[in-house]
């Protein structure tokens, strides 16, 4: 796939995925300074090696070759702006989410569903994020009754939600972030499913 290698460039990148997100974040600065822009070629420098990837996601859920070489642009340009200034900890699930995301609005958008068992427990996924494989969370539900059953549930339940989910947090990292135990976050999220299922088929049954 040719358009994949618009950034091989003769670019030097012997440095840390983290210490070129410093030097783009520097060169947007400077450029805001000089009105002019960031530097691309720092920032596709870093994307390039996960184009594939990228590419591979997007077609999961959009299953259109041409939508997903769109969206492996668009969300480069994405990444351009809000790299700017969002400092990211870990690029790589990171990327993942915004991937995840940004496909999902698309076919928010459309009003159009992916079966989960297409996406969620595919080796793409476990290329961007290693973790103990979960159930998908609704993948076929209606994203409006999701969204306002989210709002319904504890609050130790919605953030577990959210960050496994949503985020694409492991639970080592929700661990850390909430100081929930492991035991308490796996049940945070199972109790937090049921919760969200029973809420949206009463809404689906209205």
């Known amino acids: 796939m040719g358009f994949l290698k ?6 030097a990148a012997p440095l840390s995925e983290a210490q070129q997100l410093a030097a783009y974040r520097r060169s947007a600065e400077r450029g805001a300074a000089e009105r002019g822009a960031g530097d691309a070629g720092i920032l596709g420098a870093l994307y390039e090696p996960y184009m594939h990837m990228v590419f ?20 480069f340009e994405k990444l351009l702006v809000e ?3 969002h400092e990211v ?8 989410s915004v991937c995840r995301n940004f496909c ?6 459309k009003r159009t569903f992916v ?19 979960e159930e998908p969370l609704f993948g076929e539900r209606k994203f409006d009754a ?6 319904t549930l504890p609050a130790v339940q919605r953030k577990a939600i959210q960050l496994f989910y949503i985020e694409e947090k492991c639970y080592k990292e929700i661990c850390e972030e909430t100081g929930f135990e492991v035991s308490k976050v796996k049940s945070y999220i199972q109790n937090g ?4 299922k029973i809420c949206i088929e009463k809404n689906e049954s209205k």
């Open 193 to 196: 499913k049921r919760n969200l």
């Open 146 to 151: 999701l969204e306002m059953c989210l709002g």
């Open 83 to 85: 790299l700017k200034t």
């Open 56 to 75: 591979a996601l997007c077609y999961k859920y959009l299953q259109d070759e041409d939508a997903s070489k769109d969206a492996v642009m668009q969300i």
């Open 6 to 11: 618009i950034f091989k460039k003769d670019i």
């Open 89 to 96: 900890e870990h690029f790589k699930s990171w990327l993942h």
């Open 104 to 109: 999902l609005m698309q076919l928010r958008a």
């Open 115 to 133: 079966a989960a068992e297409n996406i969620e427990n595919d080796d793409v996924e476990s290329v961007f994020v290693a973790y103990e494989p």
